[in-house]
């Protein structure tokens, strides 16, 4: 079976501050991970993913996300956020048959100045 | 550039009305989906549909119901309308095997039940 767990559901940080937004998974497949982001009163864009490969991965805004398989995880940092990434963000794993996308309850960052 | 595209961004509709939803996807995707969304609860998925004609349940489909008469149209019909049911409503559609690039998401309905 498959699922996510975001571990902190809000997170406020200072403007230029570093941040990571944490999420573990299970899954019983081969393991693709994604986050997703909602800025206010929008639908979800993706992010990033993992797939297969290197196990570091990368936005065009400077986010980044690491798989570490041995400890299930695949958290997202960013080592200087700015106001416009105060969103929230929804990490998500693969799952199996057509309903193959499995979400956590997301951590909404926000951004102070 | 490829889009999911939910009729409306809001809605208010009474206790009681009959409610449609409306979702068209121009990517040629096999799978679309129908979420809700809460504060604190996440997404959680009402139904889907993976082929024309073909339905599926999700984790919540209890009072509600879905179309899909052709590929690139999913709608979600609330058939009495609650206030419980006032949410943020996401439709998303993906492709069905081969390589995997995750789900592609409209913009949301809110819905206000009053």
């Known amino acids: 079976a498959q699922s996510v767990t975001q571990l902190d559901s809000q997170v406020p940080v200072f403007e230029e501050a570093p941040v990571e937004l944490r999420c573990n998974y299970s899954?019983?497949?081969?393991?693709?991970l994604f986050w997703y982001v909602q800025y206010p009163n929008q639908g979800l864009q993706l992010l990033l993913k993992y797939l297969s490969g290197s196990t570091l991965v990368e936005s065009i805004n400077g986010f980044e996300a690491e798989f570490n398989k041995s400890q299930t995880s695949f958290h997202l940092r960013k080592p200087s956020v700015h106001i416009s990434d105060t969103a929230e963000y929804f990490c998500a794993v693969r799952g199996t048959g057509a309903n193959n996308l499995f979400f956590g309850t997301g951590t909404r960052l926000t951004v102070i100045p | 550039d490829v889009k999911v595209t939910q009729s409306s961004r809001y809605l208010v509709k009474r206790t009681g009305e009959k409610v449609f939803l409306e979702c068209v996807q121009d990517?040629?995707?096999?799978?679309m989906f129908w979420y809700r969304q809460d504060p604190g609860l996440g997404l959680r998925l009402i139904y889907f549909s993976y082929d024309v004609k073909m339905k599926e349940k999700g984790d919540i489909p209890e009072g509600y119901s879905v179309s899909r008469e052709k590929k690139e149209r999913f709608s979600l019909i609330l058939e009495s309308a609650s206030t419980n049911q006032t949410s943020m409503y996401l439709c998303?559609?993906?492709?069905?095997?081969?390589?995997?690039?995750?789900?592609?998401f409209g913009s949301g309905t809110r819905l206000t039940v009053v």
């Open positions: 998303a559609s993906s492709l069905s095997g081969g390589a995997w690039y995750g789900y592609t």
């Open positions: 990517m040629d995707h096999e799978n």
């Open positions: 899954s019983s497949v081969s393991v693709y």
